[in-house]
């Protein structure tokens, strides 16, 4: 399954950025059905907005998210709400607030 992630940012100057994950875009190769709706978004966003930038394949921001939640990376450093914010991003259920031994739930 083909996952693309295009991020279209607000610049403090009044422009616009695109960065994304799709890959650049060259003649002849096929392409999958998210590459081509990814294509097509990206060919009418560049007319509007900075030069698009190429991730080359990863979601930088969204790795951090990952990480953020790995033991071996960031996953010890953080604070549980820190833990919650990222499983809601990804969409895993969050824990809720864990509650003292002892007391009622």
Request: aromatic share 4%; no cysteine; proline share 10%.
């Given at each position: 399954m083909s996952t693309i992630t295009i991020h279209v940012?607000?610049?403090p100057d009044g422009s616009v950025s695109i960065i994304t994950t799709a890959g650049m875009p060259v003649v002849g190769v096929?392409?999958?059905?998210?590459g081509s709706l990814?294509?097509?978004?990206?060919?009418?966003?560049?007319?509007?907005?900075?030069p698009v930038r190429y991730w080359a394949g990863?979601?930088?921001a969204l790795q951090?998210?990952?990480?953020?939640?790995t033991p071996e990376q960031y996953g010890y450093a953080v604070p549980f709400e820190v833990h919650e914010a990222a499983?809601?991003?990804?969409?895993i259920p969050r824990l809720g607030r864990p509650q003292p031994q002892g007391t009622a739930q």
């Amino acid at each position: 399954m083909s996952t693309i992630t295009i991020h279209v940012i607000d610049q403090p100057d009044g422009s616009v950025s695109i960065i994304t994950t799709a890959g650049m875009p060259v003649v002849g190769v096929p392409l999958t059905p998210a590459g081509s709706l990814a294509l097509d978004l990206l060919t009418v966003s560049a007319r509007r907005a900075n030069p698009v930038r190429y991730w080359a394949g990863e979601d930088k921001a969204l790795q951090l998210v990952h990480d953020l939640l790995t033991p071996e990376q960031y996953g010890y450093a953080v604070p549980f709400e820190v833990h919650e914010a990222a499983r809601g991003v990804l969409g895993i259920p969050r824990l809720g607030r864990p509650q003292p031994q002892g007391t009622a739930q």
